[in-house]
Nanobody, 120 residues
Framework: QVRLVESGGGSVQAGGSLRLSCAAS????????MHWLRRAPGKERDEVAG????????YYADFAKGRFTISQDNAKNTLYLQINSLKPEDTAMYYC?????????????WGQGTQVTVSS
């Protein structure tokens, strides 16, 4: 089992910045990628960014390129998402997810989410 706990969300004004954190604990061996996703009110969940833990290759959704930065601290088993120049449309619940190899396949673990609210 893997436990993911997000933190760092809050209410900010447009133009501000936030750094979200996701602390992983439990049986983290076998995690091969970690991701940030978000769900805005009334919308489906969208993937924001991801990182492959072995080597650090990253990818971003088109809307996230330029303002979002995903990173990891393997020593702390922590994933980060830096968001700059926040916009009201970034308002959403942000979730951390981890993909772990299990029994010849993989399983995705989820955190409980952290709320980001951006006011204009």
């Amino acid at each position: 089992q893997v436990r993911l706990v997000e933190s760092g969300g809050g209410s900010v004004q447009a133009g501000g910045s936030l750094r979200l954190s996701c602390a992983a604990s439990g049986n983290t061996y076998g995690i091969y990628s970690m991701h940030w996703l978000r769900r805005a009110p009334g919308k489906e969940r969208d993937e924001v960014a991801g990182i492959y833990t072995d080597g650090g290759t990253t990818y971003y959704a088109d809307f996230a390129k330029g303002r979002f930065t995903i990173s990891q601290d393997n020593a702390k088993n922590t994933l980060y998402l830096q968001i700059n120049s926040l916009k009201p449309e970034d308002t959403a619940m942000y979730y951390c997810a981890a993909n772990r190899r299990e029994e010849g396949s993989y399983r995705r673990y989820w955190g409980q989410g952290t709320q980001v609210t951006v006011s204009s």
